[in-house]
């Protein structure tokens, strides 16, 4: 039997473990995907920062009471092939956001579409397939 089986197998074993929170961080478990939210405001912060940029958008509700809302976007390695950079958004801008909102109740909201409140889609990605 050869000496580097048991070292090969050991590391192998301690790979697998240590890519288990790898594949935690991309679940979508902490989101109501059953339940999606369209949420209009005014842009207070936008970061383009890994592992995932990040909007702070100020969503007043029907009584006028302003409410800040974490957007949770995709990886900025993704986004920058469908034109975003640090400049896309810019505080005062009013946009449209449709996502998955947190199940614990914070107003966190993982990104699905977003738009200019004139109608204006901002790509997030490929545009669908016909019949999608």
Not at 111 to 124: A, D, M, Q
Request: charged share 20%; proline share 10%; glycine share 10%.
């Amino acid at each position: 039997m050869s000496h580097k089986l048991p070292g090969g197998l050991c590391l192998s074993v301690c790979l697998f473990l240590l890519a288990g929170p790898v594949f935690a961080h991309h679940g979508s478990s902490a989101y109501d995907s059953a339940n999606p939210l369209t949420l209009k405001g005014t842009v207070k912060e936008f970061l383009f920062i890994q592992p995932h940029p990040l909007i702070a958008l100020e969503v007043k509700d029907d009584k006028g009471a302003v409410a800040e809302w974490s957007i949770e976007m995709t990886a900025p390695n993704h986004l920058v092939r469908y034109g975003w950079n640090g400049k896309k958004l810019k505080p005062g801008d009013e946009i449209t956001v449709t996502g998955n909102p947190a199940k614990n109740g914070l107003k966190v909201l993982n990104l699905r579409k977003i738009s200019y409140t004139n109608g204006e889609v901002i790509p997030l990605g490929p545009p669908p397939e016909p019949g999608q």
